[in-house]
């Protein structure tokens, strides 16, 4: 199965910053990646497909690119409710596979 | 506006079945293939089941193969996991996920959760 690696763990930033998350696919995905953002208690919220588009509602200031194996979400100017843990997820192949999530925390 | 609402969750013990309900509105439900991905407390995702939007094909995650039966019903806008010979490992929450036409979970249901326990 592909895996999916994230870094960093955890991300420390301040609301004004700008946040750089990675994933990194074992094998190549082409361009069959999505972002996820999960606020404790809810349900994951679809950011980023297919690499680099904005899912419905989605602010500007959240972009994805990479192709292949090495993404990146970046997220341009932090607003307080952005601060949540961001899964990466491919669709190339199956078993659909996570990766083992960010969190992005108030520094 | 979508809506996917989860149910069955429960206490269960190893070796133990129930069944995960998953009622869908909003949207037709039909034209959709659907998933479940489950969250362990405290960690990630993971894809647990996938049906295609007629339900004539299934896939499963490995961890889950010969044991769980995802499926559903078009005539009532459900759909099902079945799930048997359930270990400490499957406690978790349980969640619904429509696929979108370009293939993506774009909406999910709040989650049930599962704890499998003596």
């Known amino acids: 199965e592909i895996v999916l690696t994230q870094s960093p763990a955890t991300l420390s930033l301040s609301p004004g910053e700008r946040a750089t998350l990675s994933c990194r696919a074992s094998q190549s995905v082409s361009s069959y990646l999505a972002w996820y953002q999960q606020k404790p208690g809810q349900a994951p919220r679809l950011v980023i497909h297919?690499?680099?588009n904005r899912a419905t509602g989605i602010p500007a200031r959240f972009s994805g690119s990479g192709s292949g194996t090495d993404f990146t979400l970046t997220i341009s100017s932090l607003e307080p409710e952005d601060f949540a843990v961001y899964y990466c997820?491919?669709?190339?192949?199956?078993?659909?596979?996570f990766g083992q999530g960010t969190k992005l925390e108030i520094k | 506006e979508v809506q996917l609402v989860e149910s069955g969750g429960g206490l269960v013990q190893p070796g133990g079945s129930l069944r995960l309900s998953c009622a869908a509105s909003?949207?037709?439900?039909?034209?959709?293939?659907m998933h479940w991905v489950r969250q362990a407390p405290g960690k990630g995702l993971e894809y647990v089941s996938a049906?295609?939007?007629?339900?004539?094909?299934?896939f499963y995650a490995n961890s889950v193969k010969g044991r769980f039966t995802i499926s559903r019903d078009n005539s009532k806008n459900t759909l099902s996991l079945q799930m048997g010979s359930l270990r400490a490992e499957d406690t978790a929450v349980y969640y619904c996920?429509?696929?979108?036409?370009?293939?993506?979970?774009?909406?999910w249901g709040q989650g049930t959760l599962v704890t499998v326990s003596s």
């Open positions: 049906i295609t939007n007629s339900g004539g094909s299934t």
């Open positions: 909003g949207f037709t439900f039909s034209s959709s293939a």
């Open positions: 997820q491919q669709r190339s192949d199956w078993p659909r596979t």
């Open positions: 996920a429509r696929i979108s036409v370009s293939g993506w979970y774009d909406y």
């Open positions: 297919d690499a680099s």
